[in-house]
T-cell receptor, first 109, second 115 residues
Framework: GQNIDQPTEMTATEGAIVQINCTYQ??????LFWYQQHAGEAPTFLSY????GLEEKGRFSSFLSRSKGYSYLLLKELQMKDSASYLC??????????FGAGTTVTVRA | DTGVSQDPRHKITKRGQNVTFRCDPI?????LYWYRQTLGQGPEFLTY????????KSRLLSDRFSAERPKGSFSTLEIQRTEQGDSAMYLC?????????????FGPGTRLTVL
């Protein structure tokens, strides 16, 4: 099975930076994904890492270390609209995603 | 709108009734996935199709659950003899063969409440 851990909640101030950590133990690892999910809505894709290192995409960056079973999502220049749940997901073999429980980020003015 | 669509968006039913949900994936996406999400948890994989072939079913999918994708386009998920524990958001996602099916695009979900 898969074991994916991420913090339950984080709070940060508008304009600040927040880093959401994710650790995983899985067999058949084939990529790590981050999704954003606003309350009552579908998850939307943010980033994908399959090799070690940092992937930058505008205000969002994601990092992966396969040897440590570790990833983080970095959100810069936080805006109120970034208040949402952030889901770490591991792709197993070539199809299914196994998700963590999500980290609820609250951005305060 | 060319995204993944699901119907209905909400379903309230009584325990013991059968329900069926529909998912229309993004056009020409070969793969279609079903997930279930309960409050405070991430989505859990249920099953997936490549074209019309159902290639994997989770152990979460009891015999009361069945999914089809008869023509390799839309899919249906049926739950027979619903139980209160089936109450959840049922999410459908699709992915294209391009870029190795890397990105799964999710639909808005069907929220099921079993009374």
């Amino acid at each position: 099975g898969q074991n994916i851990d991420q913090p339950t909640e984080m709070t940060a101030t508008e304009g600040a930076i927040v880093q959401i950590n994710c650790t995983y133990q899985t067999s058949g690892f084939n990529g790590l994904f981050w999704y954003q999910q606003h309350a009552g809505e579908a998850p939307t894709f943010l980033s994908y890492n399959v090799l070690d290192g940092l992937e930058e995409k505008g205000r969002f960056s994601s990092f992966l270390s396969r040897s440590k079973g570790y990833s983080y999502l970095l959100l810069k220049e936080l805006q109120m609209k970034d208040s949402a749940s952030y889901l770490c997901a591991v792709r197993v073999y070539d199809y299914k995603l196994s998700f963590g429980a999500g980290t609820t980020v609250t951005v305060r003015a | 709108d060319t995204g993944v669509s699901q119907d209905p968006r909400h379903k309230i039913t009584k325990r013991g009734q059968n329900v069926t949900f529909r998912c229309d994936p993004i056009s020409e996406h070969n793969r279609l996935y079903w997930y279930r999400q309960t409050l405070g948890q991430g989505p859990e994989f249920l099953t997936y199709f490549q074209n019309e072939a159902q290639l994997e079913k989770s152990r979460l999918l009891s015999d009361r659950f069945s999914a089809e994708r008869p023509k390799g386009s839309f899919s249906t998920l049926e739950i027979q003899r619903t139980e209160q524990g089936d109450s959840a958001m049922y999410l459908c996602a699709s992915s294209p063969r391009l870029a190795g099916y890397n990105e799964q695009f999710f639909g808005p979900g069907t929220r099921l409440t079993v009374l």
